[in-house]
């Protein structure tokens, strides 16, 4: 399939990607977005995504994303890219009424929320998948830029399971186009901002060790963050360097996001699942690499995850 033939003859497109977007969601989204107005340009195109961080910035048109979604808008085609309709936020109502409605995921959690579903766990990141879906003809250096930005946020910087030998060819054709790619990984994958190496400093400091030192987790409350004046997107990273604590099988990093409710993010070494923990409570990822929001205390939600982390794990006692 090649997604010029979903929309040829569409006169109003949209793309939206998931709440609290990351660097594969910003990466598809831009990199279809800037496709799109490549093939297309007498179509209206616009982006439907909360405000990305800044060190995306480098990914042209940036600035064309639309923060706040029209009530009464209806859409040829609507793309709903790296999540299903349940994590599109304010967009959902607009993806609803769209005369076509086309899902591209990498997530295995994802059944498909679209007319036209293509949904590939085996790839690393759904920019990935899109480079694929693309005709490469028809790609330039920004689209190059966009999708492999993506690619390297999802697989972190081709150190996660979730790369694959295509996944490399890909990556090599796309920095054929000549953009400077260790500068794109600087700037977007490691570059701190001084509170967030100080918040991020603050979560490996108070984080704990449990279950025989195999597991580790770490909290920021709402006042830390108020404290640190740093919004959600600045905690980007911290369950990375928890999980590089030597003998961690898992890894665990929450922040408080309302009254009782924390956002949950979960990486693993190997032996735990956390695709299927996450699962089980609402949530959802890859078998390294998952999150899901939880209801309840701290403590209450450790002890809730730790029950599920020892089941996986007294597999290798």
């Known amino acids: 399939m090649r997604i010029i033939d979903e929309v040829k003859d569409a006169k109003t497109i949209a793309i939206s990607g998931h709440i609290r977007p990351d660097g594969d969601c910003v990466g598809s989204v831009m990199g279809l977005y800037l496709y799109l107005q490549k093939e297309l340009p007498g179509a209206q195109i ?3 995504l909360e405000k990305p961080s800044a060190i995306f910035d480098c990914i042209s048109h940036i600035g064309d994303i639309k923060t706040k979604c029209p009530a009464d808008k209806v859409y040829d085609v609507y793309f709903a890219l790296d999540c ?10 607009l993806y609803e009424k ?3 409605k086309v899902n591209i995921d990498h997530h295995v959690s994802n059944t498909g929320c679209g007319d036209i579903n293509i949904i590939e766990p085996q790839r690393s990141s759904t920019s990935e998948l899109l480079y694929e879906l693309l005709d490469p003809d028809r790609i330039d250096e920004e689209i190059a830029k966009a999708i492999y930005i993506g690619i390297i946020h999802d697989t972190g910087v081709f150190k996660y399971s979730n790369t694959s030998p295509r996944t490399l060819q890909v990556a090599a054709e796309l920095i054929r186009f000549g953009f400077d790619f260790p500068a794109l990984i ?9 509170v967030q190496t100080q918040i991020m400093g603050r979560a490996v400091l ?5 279950m025989e030192e195999q597991c ?5 409350s709402r006042r830390m963050m108020e404290f640190y004046q740093v919004e959600p997107k600045d905690l980007d990273g911290i369950v990375n360097q928890l999980q590089v604590v030597s003998g961690v ?8 996001t309302g009254t009782l409710e924390y956002k949950v993010s979960m990486r693993s070494a190997g032996k735990v699942d956390v695709a299927a923990i996450a699962v089980k409570f609402g949530g959802g990822g890859h078998v ?3 999150g899901c929001t939880m209801n309840g205390t701290y403590h209450d939600n450790i002890n809730n995850l730790s029950i599920e982390i020892a089941e996986q794990l007294k597999n290798y006692v």
């Open 46 to 48: 616009d982006v439907y």
């Open 84 to 93: 299903n309709d349940e994590r599109l936020g304010d967009a959902l109502p």
């Open 98 to 100: 769209a005369g076509k």
């Open 186 to 194: 600087e700037k977007t994958f490691y570059e701190k901002t001084y």
């Open 206 to 210: 108070e984080s704990v060790r449990f």
């Open 216 to 220: 580790i987790v770490s909290m920021v």
């Open 249 to 256: 099988e898992c890894a665990i990093f929450m922040y408080e």
């Open 288 to 290: 390294r690499a998952a």
